[in-house]
């Protein structure tokens, strides 16, 4: 049996683009997944890119009987975990939901893999555990502060159990990988972000906006102390994210302990950048209001990339024109996401 990697949530965005990334790398990958925010077509559009197509398990990461199976059936040599759920807005509607799939789906994760002795694990962490801070760039030895919402409050709570769960065996060897705000598809134009309803983030809805599927984008506040007032963000294209995912992967094996990265670019765009960048990539214009600001947003935030880059000799490659135009091909050949 050759050694595997095991990719939990690995047909949604992220996990889709850094399940192509492992196969291509040569990886054997099994994806579990309870389809609860994705589409299985995702890893039939990745055997169209490269030829493979990945092992699948519908099923629930909380679902400890499950996991055991997995791990008996095949000898997984590092999880990469992604499953979980990530709308803000929606986090405080259902925060046990979050608190359910997000907290005690890791636990349940880390006790079935400590049971079959799998010890190696990355983790999709989140720019939020950085609350509001204002010391910009932001850098991994920033002290965390609580997010104001549960999504958030589910990501730092994971990072703070990972964290004892290394320091009380130092077998572990475990990745928090600090995400900035993932955007662009595949160059293929197959793969891509899928939301589920209205998108609450800012490139999806440009994009919708941009095929008419939208009216209009609100763009919240323009009173920031921003250089045009609006909300300042590091983006990062999902396939230099995914990248970010191989080199901590390797790292890792030759590491234990925790190690804390922030993939990001260290480079921040406003939402009047944004837009002005999709115009460009797109030839279409976009449809915009300014409205007032949206509660819990911070003005600005960007990364820090310097830790990523010495530990792993890992740096974002891609651009902002990169990143429009892929998020922009995706949608143009997929008006509706997955459902054709
Ligand atoms: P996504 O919703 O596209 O992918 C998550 C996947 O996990 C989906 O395919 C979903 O069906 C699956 N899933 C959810 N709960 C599950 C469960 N209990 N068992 C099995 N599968 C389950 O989201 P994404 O944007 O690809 O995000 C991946 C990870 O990265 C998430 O943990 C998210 O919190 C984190 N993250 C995302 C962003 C972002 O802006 N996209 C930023 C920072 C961190
Ligand atoms: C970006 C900018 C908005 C939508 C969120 C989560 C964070 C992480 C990434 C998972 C901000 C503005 C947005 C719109 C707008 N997710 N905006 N009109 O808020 O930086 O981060 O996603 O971990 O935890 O909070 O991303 O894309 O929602 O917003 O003006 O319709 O665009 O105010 O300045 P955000 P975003």
């Not at 763009?219 to 901590?248: K, M, N, W």
């Not at 792993?312 to 091909?329: C, F, P, Q």
């Amino acid at each position: 049996m050759n050694d595997k990697i095991l990719v939990t949530g690995g047909s949604g965005y992220i996990g889709s683009h850094t399940t192509l990334a492992l196969l291509q790398a040569g990886y054997d990958v099994v994806v579990l997944d309870n389809l609860s925010n994705s589409s299985a077509e995702s890893l039939e559009r990745l055997e169209c890119i490269c030829g493979i197509m990945p092992e699948f398990v519908k099923g629930d990461v909380r679902d400890r009987d499950l996991l055991d199976k997995i791990f008996t059936d095949h000898n997984i040599r590092a999880v990469l975990h992604f499953a979980g759920l990530k709308a803000v807005g929606e986090s405080t509607q259902q925060p046990l939901d979050y608190y359910s799939n997000n907290v005690l789906g890791t636990v349940t994760l880390c006790q079935a893999m400590a049971n079959a002795n799998v010890l190696n694990l990355v983790f999709s962490s989140s720019a939020t555990v950085y609350g509001d801070t204002t010391q910009m760039p932001l850098r991994e030895d920033i002290p965390t502060s609580t997010p104001t919402n549960p999504y958030g409050r589910s990501k730092l709570m994971v990072e703070e159990i990972l964290q004892d769960l290394a320091k009380s065996d130092p077998r572990w060897s475990i990745a928090l990988l600090r995400y900035f705000n993932p955007v662009g598809a595949h160059q293929s134009g197959l793969i891509g972000e899928d939301p589920n309803g209205p998108p609450n983030n800012l490139l999806p809805y440009i994009s919708q906006v941009a095929i008419g599927q939208l009216k209009q984008l609100s763009v919240f506040g323009s009173d920031y102390p921003t250089q045009d007032g609006t909300g300042v963000r590091d983006y990062i294209h999902v396939q230099d994210l995914a990248e970010g995912h191989l080199s901590a992967l390797k790292a890792i094996s030759l590491k234990p302990g925790i190690n804390i990265w922030n993939l990001g670019t260290g480079i921040g765009y406003s939402v009047l950048e944004m837009i002005r960048a999709f115009e460009l990539a797109s030839g279409r214009t976009i449809s915009y209001c300014v409205v007032d600001r949206r509660a819990g947003d911070i003005a600005e935030c960007w990364a820090s990339a310097s830790k990523a880059e010495n530990d792993l000799g890992w740096t974002a490659k891609r651009g902002l024109t990169e990143m429009v135009s892929d998020a922009w091909r995706w949608q143009e050949k997929n008006p509706n996401g997955y459902r054709r």
